[in-house]
């Protein structure tokens, strides 16, 4: 499985944007970038994912460098309820299993 | 969106005794769910991938004899802790895909062994 580099953990302040990065230097061309996020106490949480092109839903933004070697989570407005653990994965083929690492932890300040 | 259900959320039981979780995809058919575990502050393990009507795929130095998966449908897999003891204390959590839209986590189970 190729792996994932993220941050510890991260600071940001409510109402503002936070950009979450991930370095994923080995990535085939064939995996898909994936982010989950971990309240405490509670399984992940689907956020966003994506091959080549940047992605938007309505949690947040994913975007893709072109080399694909890294990728950026972006939540557009932080809120209290945005603090948790945020897990970058690649993963290919629909179905294949998803390898966590220890992920981002994102402490959000009122 | 897809739901997958696990019961119990919490579970405590004595030294030596198997304990049940269950893992149901409500509203969708899951040939493929993948099972977990999760000690505190640490990230989540994949332990095995649970196949419908076949053998499930264990992660290497997972025991299969200790953590036992029956995937019998295509919405429920259960696993089972074998003669539980206090270091397999954790939190047990399955997972789904429904769709393209990603994979589908159960809320989780805290066993605790005592």
């Known amino acids: 499985d190729a792996k994932t580099t993220q941050p510890n953990s991260m600071e940001s302040n409510e109402e503002e944007p936070v950009h979450l990065p991930c370095n994923h230097s080995?990535?085939?061309?064939?995996?898909?970038i994936h982010w989950y996020r971990q309240l405490p106490s509670q399984g992940p949480e689907y956020v966003i994912h994506?091959?080549?092109s940047n992605v938007n839903n309505r949690m947040a933004s994913l975007a893709i460098a072109e080399d694909r070697k890294s990728s950026t989570l972006i939540l557009h407005r932080a809120t209290l309820r945005d603090a948790a653990v945020y897990y970058c994965?690649?993963?290919?083929?629909?179905?294949?299993?998803?390898?966590f690492g220890a992920g981002t932890i994102l402490r959000v300040k009122s | 969106g897809a739901v997958v259900s696990q019961h119990p959320s919490r579970v405590i039981c004595k030294s030596g005794t198997s304990v049940k979780i269950e893992c149901r995809s409500l509203?969708?058919?899951?040939?493929?769910m993948f099972w977990y575990r999760q000690f505190p502050k640490q990230s989540l393990m994949l332990m095995a991938t649970?196949?419908?009507?076949?053998?499930?795929?264990?992660e290497q130095g997972v025991e299969k004899d200790k953590f036992l998966i029956n995937h019998a449908s295509l919405t429920l897999s259960t696993l089972t802790v074998t003669s539980a003891h206090p270091e397999d204390s954790s939190f047990y959590i399955c997972?789904?895909?429904?769709?393209?839209?990603?994979?589908?986590f159960g809320s989780g189970t805290r066993l605790t062994v005592v």
């Open positions: 080995t990535i085939s061309g064939t995996d898909y």
């Open positions: 509203d969708f058919q899951a040939t493929t």
């Open positions: 994965i690649l993963s290919s083929g629909y179905g294949n299993k998803l390898v």
């Open positions: 649970s196949n419908e009507g076949s053998k499930a795929t264990y």
């Open positions: 997972s789904a895909r429904a769709s393209l839209d990603g994979y589908t």
């Open positions: 994506g091959l080549t």
